[in-house]
């Protein structure tokens, strides 16, 4: 039997080739059939999982809601260290120096990542602005995001900070981070569907096993992890509920 794997769309590019490594990885060393398979956009994946064609799903905080609340989906395990944040930037030589010096009538230019754009538009509140007195542009990736900001086709830009601090220097040194989320309470989880869960235990071990040989360890590395931990059903409640809250 082959079972069908998904990331969701908002990892670095940079990390691509990563994630068929890992696949591969996982296969060989499960001895399963393993297929990924990945998206350029939040709507085409959620239209995939809504028709229920993976049992493995990389997610982030927003949509494991759905998966484990309304799809069966079990948490198996998050990457070390690597909490979602969100960042709010404008141009280097943008004349705001605060969120509260923003006007209605905003450009924003931003991804489809909800998480990132819950959060950035939470950060926006001190300055009463709302989804209904911006102007949200939407672009495929956060490089694209950073040009707009460049270009001055946008006033602020939403990113995922670890996406953010991995822009090249020449992208980045043209930019300022006008604010930064610090929640550190939600992050991506490894999520397992009803199908794949009777191997949840053997998946775990493997996984945060991967640190104690040179060879799995190269795989962490090439997704930019250090390590995996463990994640339990408790945790994912939790989070899910923080995300439920800052939603409303």
């Not at 949509?63 to 069966?72: N, P, T, Y």
């Not at 991804?111 to 990132?116: C, F, I, L, N, S």
């Not at 981070?177 to 999520?191: E, G, K, M, R, Y």
């Amino acid at each position: 039997m082959t079972y069908n794997f998904t990331v969701s769309p908002d990892f670095n590019p940079n990390h691509l080739s990563g994630w068929f490594i890992f696949n591969t990885w996982l296969q060989k060393t499960l001895d399963t059939g393993i297929h990924l398979e990945l998206y350029d956009d939040f709507d085409s994946q959620r239209r995939a999982i809504g028709d229920n064609k993976f049992d493995l799903i990389y997610a982030n905080p927003y949509d494991a809601s759905v998966l484990v609340r309304r799809k069966g989906f079990v948490p198996l395990v998050s990457p070390r260290d690597k909490s979602d944040e969100a960042i709010i930037a404008v141009r280097a030589d943008s004349a705001i120096t605060s969120v509260e010096e923003l006007k209605a009538g905003l450009r924003i230019s931003s991804t489809d990542d909800p998480d990132v754009n819950m959060m950035c538009m939470i950060m926006l509140e001190p300055a009463d602005l709302t989804v209904n007195n911006t102007l949200t542009k939407q672009s495929d990736s956060y490089v694209i995001v950073a040009k707009d900001l460049i270009r001055g086709d946008s006033d602020v830009g939403f990113f995922l900070e670890e996406t953010y601090n991995e822009l090249s220097n020449v992208i980045r040194s043209q930019l300022r981070t006008l604010v930064h989320s610090q929640i550190q309470l939600i992050n991506h989880v490894l999520l397992a569907g009803p199908g794949l869960a009777h191997k949840r235990d053997e998946i775990q071990g493997l996984l945060t096993d991967m640190g104690g040989c040179e060879k799995s360890k190269g795989v962490l590395d090439s997704l930019g992890f250090d390590a995996w931990d463990i994640v339990d059903q408790e945790d994912t409640e939790f989070m899910i509920d923080l995300m439920d809250t800052l939603e409303t």
